[in-house]
């Protein structure tokens, strides 16, 4: 499960693109939280901290406690904007939680044990229909990924979300049908096109030819009759 993280940040005081470029070149990454009912704040978070946090992974999906100049906020992140030359971050929205608070996340799947799979074994495919999967979580109970177990699956067989377990009031938003995630899929076999045996391919050369040769003296005749 999603453990919760520690960030430092400080309000910071403007909006407007001067502001936000000052900010940028202290090293730091202008923010804003906001939710339950209170008044969106702009913050300023280290950079440097951030681009470690972000290279973790799963950024979107972790729980962060701010601390926001003393007063400490449970948050999600909900965007991170990146600079479209440099791929850095220039801006995170935050979402402010409560303990109980619930939200709906994509939550990525993982596959594990394929080489216990008797079906890949012999040579089938692994076809992923979704990689990731939309899901209801308590804020303290987010997953990091949704975990399917390959172990014992024949070509043919289907994975559905019932074969994860997902932890406690973790449930799928598509709640109406045990859809399916992936499937192990028989080999595809492409056919090559026979070469001809080498008799044969001499026999058609020789008909070829005899057509040619059958045209080209049919042409002769008609010249012939012609020039009569």
Same mark, same amino acid.
Do not use: W
């Given at each position: 499960?999603?453990? #919760?993280?520690?960030?430092?940040?400080?309000? /910071?005081?403007?909006?407007?693109?001067?502001?936000?470029?000052?900010?940028?070149?202290?090293?730091?990454?202008?923010?804003?939280?906001?939710?339950?009912? #209170?008044?969106?704040?702009?913050?300023?978070?280290?950079?440097?901290?951030?681009?470690?946090?972000?290279?973790?992974?799963?950024?979107?999906? /972790?729980?962060?406690?701010?601390?926001?100049?003393?007063?400490?906020?449970?948050?999600?992140?909900?965007?991170? @904007?990146?600079?479209?030359?440099?791929?850095?971050?220039?801006?995170?929205?935050?979402?402010?939680?409560?303990?109980?608070?619930?939200?709906?996340?994509?939550?990525?799947?993982?596959?594990?044990?394929?080489?216990?799979?008797?079906?890949?074994?012999?040579?089938?495919?692994?076809?992923?229909? /979704?990689?990731?999967? @939309?899901?209801?979580?308590?804020a303290n109970n987010i997953p990091e990924e949704i975990v399917f177990n390959l172990e014992g699956l024949e070509i043919?067989?289907?994975? /559905?979300?019932?074969?994860?377990?997902?932890?406690?009031?973790?449930?799928?938003?598509?709640?109406?049908?045990?859809?399916?995630?992936?499937s192990v899929a028989a080999p595809t076999v492409v056919k090559e096109p026979e070469a001809p045996?080498?008799?044969?391919?001499?026999?058609? @050369?020789?008909?070829?030819? #005899?057509?040619?040769?059958?045209?080209?003296?049919? #042409?002769?005749?008609?010249?012939?009759?012609?020039?009569?």
């Amino acid at each position: 499960m999603s453990k #919760e993280s520690n960030l430092n940040a400080e309000i /910071r005081e403007g909006t407007g693109k001067s502001a936000v470029k000052k900010v940028l070149s202290a090293g730091k990454i202008p923010s804003i939280i906001y939710g339950l009912g #209170e008044n969106p704040v702009n913050i300023a978070l280290d950079k440097v901290t951030i681009q470690k946090e972000i290279n973790i992974g799963g950024f979107l999906t /972790r729980i962060f406690s701010l601390n926001i100049d003393g007063k400490k906020s449970l948050a999600i992140p909900r965007e991170v @904007q990146f600079d479209p030359l440099s791929d850095q971050p220039i801006h995170i929205d935050f979402l402010r939680l409560a303990e109980d608070s619930k939200i709906t996340l994509d939550i990525p799947t993982k596959f594990i044990n394929e080489e216990l799979s008797p079906g890949l074994k012999r040579g089938g495919v692994l076809n992923v229909n /979704r990689r990731t999967v @939309q899901l209801s979580c308590p804020a303290n109970n987010i997953p990091e990924e949704i975990v399917f177990n390959l172990e014992g699956l024949e070509i043919g067989d289907t994975i /559905r979300i019932s074969a994860a377990n997902l932890g406690n009031g973790v449930t799928p938003t598509i709640s109406d049908r045990d859809f399916t995630v992936a499937s192990v899929a028989a080999p595809t076999v492409v056919k090559e096109p026979e070469a001809p045996v080498e008799g044969e391919a001499a026999d058609d @050369q020789a008909e070829d030819g #005899e057509k040619k040769d059958a045209a080209s003296e049919a #042409e002769t005749k008609d010249e012939s009759k012609d020039k009569d």
